[in-house]
């Protein structure tokens, strides 16, 4: 096998950071792994033979290679921003599910299910669509209660003698 599509060559004072990060062992695990690849790939070794050492994925290896050499060394050891989904609901809509979520079920019902609320909010207009999932992290982040009589942990009626 020849040497890597990218060649990772390290200064002086690069080397010594890596080595200062590695003996504190403060970072994440990812940043001293990527640490140690790119301290192994600095001796001219192969994907495989670095991925063997530090005990990664040939695809790491070749990833934290690129990396280093087209972005720095910065960008091979911290992480990428990842985009994520946009939230479902603004803050208005927020409060108006909560609130939805904290008055009388509809009628024949004891109380509101996740399911009828996602229902709900699509009827009037809040959103598009809407899954009960979505309702269910929406209503984890509050400390509503669905409309239940007693609040908190116990459903105690009366003081603990």
């Known amino acids: 096998m020849g040497l890597p599509k990218y060649a990772v060559t390290l200064t002086d004072d690069e080397r010594t950071r890596l080595r200062t990060l ?4 403060t970072a994440s695990a990812r940043r001293l792994t990527r640490a140690r690849i790119l301290l192994t790939a600095d001796q001219d070794r192969t994907d495989v033979e670095v991925a063997e050492a530090v005990g990664v994925g040939t695809a790491t290896v070749h990833r934290i290679r690129q990396r280093c ?5 910065e960008a091979a050891l911290g992480e990428r921003r990842r985009k994520g989904a946009a939230p479902k609901f603004s803050a208005k809509q ?7 979520a904290c008055s009388d079920a509809p009628a024949g019902r004891a109380r509101w299910t996740l399911r009828l609320l996602a229902d709900r909010v699509v009827e009037l ?9 979505t309702i269910r992290r929406t209503l984890k982040k509050t400390p509503s209660n669905r409309g239940k009589r007693a609040a908190g942990a116990s459903r105690r009626s009366g003081p603990r003698l």
């Open 69 to 73: 050499v087209e972005d720095g060394l």
């Open 94 to 100: 927020h409060a108006h599910v909560i609130a939805l």
């Open 125 to 133: 207009g809040l959103v598009e669509r809407c899954s009960y999932e």
């Open 22 to 25: 590695l003996r504190r062992g």
